[in-house]
T-cell receptor, first 118, second 116 residues
């Protein structure tokens, strides 16, 4: 079945550094990729939507200069948290929308990346 | 705009008990409806879905029926196991024909704890 991978699964970094998270769709091409943020015991908050080769569309309140998204190909999107601070610590989940073997477009989720900024 | 309302948790059940997690939605037309499950420390997994009225999605013993008349998509399982302990999210994807956009709308999630 369709799989979305994320790397790394865990990252601990010092305040002020930048962190890059990769999201890949395996075995299918993603028409659209999404980046979510999840705080403990809360639902997912959509941060941005991206299509291959075009600029990401950010949700209201999400700083585009803080969270850089690059959608290099139909199977790869990256989220870079620039100059990370402790308040950026969170669980980041990517999602890819595509056919993935199904007769309908379906949205598949990655396993998430837990970021801890010290 | 679109919205999804789920019953608040946590829901605590004994093993083999019957499970219902309520989900209602607000959206135009006929959105697609989903249940996702999130196990501790992991991302979301698609549990089941239904794309048109009266469809029943089912997987791993879980079922949900798309009820247009009550705008509901309640999740049920006849006999839960300890391994079902997780957070369950109800979600909808807009009806493209009504120009509803391309984003999933999630409920707040319901934590299920199953005890021996």
């Amino acid at each position: 079945g369709a799989v979305v991978s994320q790397h790394p699964s865990w990252v601990i970094c010092k305040s002020g550094t930048s962190v890059k998270i990769e999201c890949r769709s395996l075995d299918f091409q993603a028409t659209t990729m999404f980046w979510y943020r999840q705080f403990p015991k809360q639902s997912l908050m959509l941060m941005a939507t991206s299509n291959e080769g075009s600029k990401a569309t950010y949700e209201q309140g999400v700083e585009k200069d803080k969270f850089l998204i690059n959608h290099a190909s139909l199977t790869l999107s990256t989220l870079t948290v620039t100059s990370a601070h402790p308040e950026d610590s969170s669980f980041y989940i990517c999602s890819a929308r595509g056919w993935g073997g199904s007769r309908q477009e379906t949205q598949y989720f990655g396993p998430g990346t837990r970021l801890l900024v010290l | 705009g679109d919205s999804v309302t789920q019953m608040e948790g946590p829901v605590t059940l004994s093993e083999e008990a019957f499970l219902t997690i309520n989900c209602t939605y607000t959206a135009t037309g006929y959105p697609s409806l989903f249940w996702y499950v999130q196990y501790p420390g992991e991302g979301l997994q698609l549990l089941l879905k239904a794309t048109k009225a009266d469809d029943k999605g089912s997987n791993k013993g879980f079922e949900a029926t798309y009820r247009k008349e009550t705008t509901s998509f309640h999740l049920e399982k006849g006999s839960v196991q300890v391994s079902d302990s997780a957070v369950y999210f109800c979600a909808l994807f807009p009806d493209i024909l009504t120009g509803g956009g391309n984003k999933l709308t999630f409920g707040t999630g319901t934590q299920l704890k199953v005890e021996l």
